[in-house]
């Protein structure tokens, strides 16, 4: 038993009933955090709901939606920063997909997407460099630097051996290791 004196299933139907009552609400708010994105992002509801639902203890579930009474005001806050935050995990599963495609179409950068003409969208198809320099954006933290300033900025191994302190021995692997990765990523073009 927990402090309440319920049992789990007594507490989940509980939640349920006070997700229900306040479901109207949340996608209210979902429409005004999403704005004129709704058609992209109508699924960010129900993935903050999952997220909570799912990841979150039944006493958290408890506490928020029937103790407190801050369902709305977690779910409101949960959907904006999902929204906005580019290391959240709305972002990581959802929206990430979409910035990394050319062949997908951002709308949220184009006027003619937002006011309705789509007649005038055309898609723009990637080539290798589009893919490289795309790839190349997406290598993490330790790669990337070490790729763009010997393919890019032209240092050499000793000029990035001062930079960035690494052996030259170390210096060629990791940037042999880049170039794979690339490679794995644009080989439709290779």
Known sequence: MNEYDLTEDEMRDMINKEITLAYPKMKKDEKRITSYNYHLYSD???FVMTEFLGKKSIQYQFQVCC???KELNYMGKS???NLRS????YWSHIRKESYNYRSIYLAESDKDYITGNYDTIQEQEMDSQDCVLQALEQLDFYHKPLLTDYYL??????QLNKKYGISP???K???DTGISIIKQQCKQFI
Request: no cysteine; hydrophobic share 35%; aromatic share 4%.
């Open 173 to 175: 692997k990791a940037i």
């Open 153 to 158: 900025n032209g240092l050499n191994y000793s």
């Open 86 to 89: 580019s290391t959240s995990p």
């Open 169 to 171: 021995n170390h210096l």
């Open 44 to 46: 960010l509801l129900s």
């Open 79 to 81: 959907m904006s920063l």
């Open 67 to 69: 103790v407190n009474n």
